[in-house]
């Protein structure tokens, strides 16, 4: 069975700080995919990142970067420098391969409050 | 990137009604589409998969009979939730992808659902 634990279930930081929000995965199959998802108080789902189970290169886009650990099973993602507007859920997501990776197993989802 | 689009944002019934959400890909043709149910201050869990043509997959303890999922184009997946009651009362939100191309799946905005 395929489970993602997102440990940290509330985070407040202050802004200008960094933050590093914590995944860990299960999961049998040996090909599968990792995301991340953010969403804010209106609802939507805004896509971070995808990564694929044979690329374990760690990713920066900005403030943000991740550090993918397969021998941990961990996808951990890091906001540097946080500000205001990163006040949201964070959904950490695992899928097979199926159909390209579409159907999700999230975690429980890491509320961040970044104070001003 | 890919739009998805769920159709009300938000909608409030009365117990015993019939709710129809709708979600549509609009530049793209998805064989597939995901539903799933984020309840407050939780995860979002899948419910089902629409299949285009063909009957909907549902995960368990999802009640087929309740839920009726109707996918009858390659760009429409309808949600029915029959004879609603406060406990459906939910966040659902449907996701989907191109067919047969290797991409992040795309989610809808979500609906907003409130029986009273």
């Known amino acids: 069975a395929q489970k993602v634990t997102q440990a940290q279930t509330e985070i407040s930081v202050v802004e200008k700080e960094d933050v590093t929000l914590d995944c860990v995965y299960e999961t049998r199959d040996t090909t599968y995919y990792l995301f991340w998802y953010k969403q804010p108080p209106s609802g939507e789902l805004v896509f971070l990142i995808r990564r694929n189970s044979f690329d374990e290169q760690n990713e920066i886009s900005g403030r943000y970067s991740w550090n993918f650990q397969k021998s941990t099973s961990s996808f951990n993602f890091t906001i540097t420098a946080s500000q205001v507007v990163d006040s949201a859920v964070y959904f950490c997501a695992l899928s097979g391969a199926d159909n390209y990776g579409q159907n999700f197993v999230f975690g429980p989802g890491t509320r961040l409050s970044v104070l001003p | 990137g890919a739009v998805v689009s769920q159709h009300p944002s938000w909608v409030i019934c009365k117990s015993g009604t019939s709710v129809k959400i709708e979600c549509r890909s609009l530049?793209?043709?998805?064989?597939?589409m995901f539903w799933y149910r984020q309840f407050p201050k939780q995860s979002l869990m899948l419910m089902a998969t629409s299949n285009e043509g063909s009957k909907a997959t549902y995960e368990q303890g999802v009640e087929k009979d309740k839920f009726l999922i109707n996918h009858a184009s390659l760009t429409l997946s309808t949600l029915t939730v029959t004879s609603a009651h406060p406990e459906d009362s939910s966040f659902y939100i449907c996701?989907?992808?191109?067919?047969?191309?290797?991409?992040?799946?795309?989610f809808g905005q979500g609906t907003r659902l409130t029986v009273v």
């Open positions: 996701s989907a992808q191109p067919a047969g191309v290797n991409t992040e799946a795309f």
């Open positions: 530049d793209f043709q998805a064989t597939t």
